[in-house]
């Protein structure tokens, strides 16, 4: 794992190197997960549409040409995940401190909830820490179609 710091003038971030097995470019920003088709080698990973949120190992940390390696981030702010933005009640303006999850039909992050936990069940008891928070607000986009835009969020993915 490899960590950023910087005294006195930003915050701890935390990366860990990975190689793309997606079969095509990996964008700056995006949801990756670990490659488990075969491949678990701890290294490989691809976009998130379709999979599980439990093999979820971070966010591409900058464009990641195919079958090659880059870095992922995996801990810390990042200004340039790609969330979703949906006009609708479902989707309203996000606040600093709401919790993003997984959205795999598009491959962003989108509202989840207004601060709080995620839940694993219906059962408060079993809630998960959130892994993506909303470190900016982002507004709905107006429109009752979906589209995406990049916000600064805090990653917890340790």
């Known amino acids: 794992m490899k960590w950023k710091t910087i005294v006195n ?7 860990l190197p ?3 097995d997606q079969g095509a470019a990996l964008v700056a920003g995006q949801v990756v997960v670990w490659d488990m088709a075969g491949t678990e080698d701890g290294l490989r ?5 379709g ?3 439990a093999l979820v ?4 940390h900058t464009a990641i040409p195919d079958d090659d390696k880059g870095l992922i981030q995996v801990y810390g702010p990042d200004d340039d995940a790609i969330v979703c933005r949906v006009g609708s009640a479902s989707n309203d303006s996000v606040a600093v401190g709401d919790v993003y999850d997984i ?3 598009s491959n962003c992050l989108k509202y989840q909830n207004a601060g709080g ?5 219906s059962s408060a008891a079993s ?7 909303a470190a900016a607000s982002v507004g709905s986009g107006g429109a009752s179609s979906l589209s995406t835009t990049t916000a600064k969020v805090f990653l917890r993915l340790l």
């Open 9 to 15: 003038t930003g915050a701890a971030v935390g990366f």
């Open 18 to 20: 990975v190689r793309n």
């Open 45 to 49: 990973v691809i976009n998130e549409a």
């Open 51 to 53: 999979t599980t949120a």
């Open 57 to 60: 190992a971070g966010l591409a």
């Open 103 to 105: 959205y795999s039909a």
């Open 117 to 121: 936990a995620i839940l694993a069940t």
């Open 127 to 133: 809630a998960l820490p959130p892994m993506f928070v």
